[in-house]
């Protein structure tokens, strides 16, 4: 029986990448998968149930942030290439695209096969004129990508609330607010290692936070909502995030 969601296709994926040695997180700035290794550069990974035109169309848009960027999607149970084609020939047009090719096929009793048909560049004597390098655009996923302390978004989600790097930064000063009661920009710094607490709370993106009196702020209503909607989030605070782990090993 085929997948009803794209989210399906992102465990198997992610663990695939991780088992080479992968970070991966999910939906990172429009991305639906994003895995680095140590300093190389992003892998940029675009799920979809099927093969089509528009899988094809994203994948290309991503080539101005990584030059190595994957289609991935469900392996038909026959083992048949979708649209009459045959594997070959979407291998080769993905190749002449530059863009790789990840199937995922699923069993009743066994865990899913990740497979990659091709990667990106396998043949550059195939490859047409890529679309040019946004390096900025590049940057920016890498930030997001860093700045997270872990994986909460399942890639290929829509119409959920996406936990990035500024919403989890939120979630800390108010997570703060709630165990320790009003307090200065200077003390939520200090206590979330977040330079930048003061601007989050002037600008209060969120409307967590409320100014009592100068240089003060307390959690509102909306801010005790949000710790309950995104506990999971929260219970990570108590822990240190891998990169921190890292550091202090």
């Known amino acids: 029986m085929p997948i009803k969601s794209e989210t399906e296709l992102y465990a198997p994926v992610k663990t695939y990448l991780e088992s080479l040695g992968y970070e991966v997180r999910g939906e990172v700035r ?14 940029i990974v675009e799920l979809k149930r099927s093969f089509s035109i528009p899988l094809l169309l994203q994948a290309i848009d991503r080539l101005k942030i990584s030059r190595t960027v994957y289609v991935a999607f469900e392996r038909p149970a026959k ?5 009459s084609a045959s594997w ?10 530059g863009i790789g090719m990840i199937t995922v096929q699923y069993y009743k009793t ?8 091709c990667h990106p560049g396998d043949d550059p004597s195939l490859l047409t004129h890529a679309p040019r390098l946004n390096k900025y655009a590049t940057t920016r996923v890498v930030r997001e990508f860093q700045e997270r ?3 909460y978004n399942v890639g290929g989600s829509s119409k959920r609330k996406l936990v990035t790097a500024y919403r989890e930064k939120s979630l800390q ?5 709630q165990q ?10 200090d206590m979330t290692g977040n330079a930048g607490a003061a601007g989050m709370l002037q600008k209060n993106y969120y409307l967590w936070f409320q100014r009592v009196e100068r240089g003060v702020y307390k959690l509102t209503p909306l801010g005790e909502e949000a710790l309950q909607t995104f506990a999971h989030v929260v219970a990570g605070f108590q822990e240190p995030s891998p990169q921190e782990a890292a550091t202090s090993g």
């Open 173 to 177: 000063l108010a997570s703060a607010l």
């Open 88 to 97: 070959p020939e979407l291998r080769n047009l993905c190749r002449m695209l």
């Open 110 to 117: 066994r865990k899913p096969r990740v497979e990659v048909e």
């Open 149 to 151: 302390r872990a994986d």
């Open 30 to 43: 429009h991305c639906d998968l994003v895995a680095i290794r140590e300093d190389e550069p992003p892998i």
């Open 180 to 189: 320790h009661g009003p307090a200065s920009p200077r003390k939520l710094r």
């Open 79 to 83: 083992g048949r290439a979708p649209h």
